[in-house]
Each structure stands twice: as structure tokens, then as C-alpha cells.
């Protein structure tokens, strides 16, 4: 099991130390903006856009109304080895709130006579649009969307800061290089 690291350790960058390089104050102060950017844009974009559909289908579901409609024909009965239960498209017939007859095509129980009464969804012009989401499918569909975005959205500046980080990594190896290239000959070699 790993020891408790203390701030101490955790901020060894930003303390005096005659070893520290610019490059890893550089660094820290990257992998600081980077997190703070990666958890804060994170955390508001998703907020944002989960607000943003819950917001959206809440105007849905203050829009829509049912309508009465009539069946204009009969549905198609269930074929051999499908369920009797089973929804087939039909046309079907109803009048929009400015007084004009309607008609358009929705879903009912296979083998319904025609003028059968079935309840559709229109929205405020009388044009059909599907049924509602109820407020808990509403607020887990906005949870996981906003999850979503906010995801993507943290993860832009945790890879540019991760980028960042391993340019900073590589250009401080090649100095190791040229240090131990010009360093490594003065040390000489002892006699045996």
C-alpha cells in the first residue's frame, strides 16, 4: 500500500530547490491549467447542456396535446407466426385547433377496424409529432447527454495538457542527452 504523499511532495515543483529546471515550473503550471480547465469546462458544459434538453423537452411536453383521431381504414391484420399484439402503420383522421381535417399516419394494434377512435399527439398547429418523454425519462436523458458533452468537452484541454506535458518531457531528454555527450568524456576512465 502506497504512503500518504503530502503537499510537500505534491508541490515539489514550486518550491526552492537549486535542481529546479524552468522547465518544471513550466510543466506544473500546464498540468495546473490543464486540470482546472479539464474539471471546470467539464463540470459547466455539461450542467449547461443538460439544462439546455431538459429545457427542450419540457417546451415538448407543454406543446403537445392529444388529439382524438378516427382510423380512415382498417389495419392491417397480423400475419402467420407474428404476435397478435404487434402496432402496424394506418392512416388516420382528426381536426387541428384551427378547425382544419387532418390526416397523417400513426402506429395501432394490428386488425383495428377503421373509425376507431385512437388518441393521437399534435402540437399547438394540430401537426402529429411523437409522444412525450415523461419528466424522469426527460432528466436521465438530459443526465447522460450532459454527461456525454461534458466529457468531451474535458477531455480537449486534459490531451492538449497531456501533449503539452510530453513535449515538455521530450525536449528535456534531449538536453539529458547533449548534458551527458559533453559531461560523459571528463570523467575519464579509471586505470585497472
Known sequence: MAAFRGPEVL???WRRNPLRRRSDVLEAWIMLAAWVFTVLGGAV???ATAGAVEDTLARERAE???VS??????APQAGAG???GRAVWTKV?????????????????????ADTPVL????????????????AVARLRAALIGLFAGSGVAAVPFAVGRLLRGRLERRRMH??????????????????
Open 69 to 74: 383521431a378516427q382510423l380512415m381504414e382498417d
Open 93 to 113: 383522421r382528426w381536426t387541428a385547433p384551427d378547425g382544419t381535417s387532418r390526416s397523417g399516419q400513426v402506429r395501432v394494434l394490428a386488425g383495428t377496424t
Open 64 to 66: 403537445s396535446r392529444t
Open 175 to 192: 538536453r539529458w542527452d547533449e548534458e551527458w555527450e559533453r559531461i560523459g568524456p571528463l570523467w575519464g576512465r579509471t586505470a585497472t
Open 45 to 47: 458544459s455539461g450542467l
Open 82 to 84: 407474428e404476435p397478435a
Open 11 to 13: 508541490l515539489w515543483r
Open 120 to 135: 393521437v399527439w399534435t402540437d399547438a398547429e394540430g401537426s402529429l409529432v411523437t409522444r412525450p418523454v415523461t419528466v
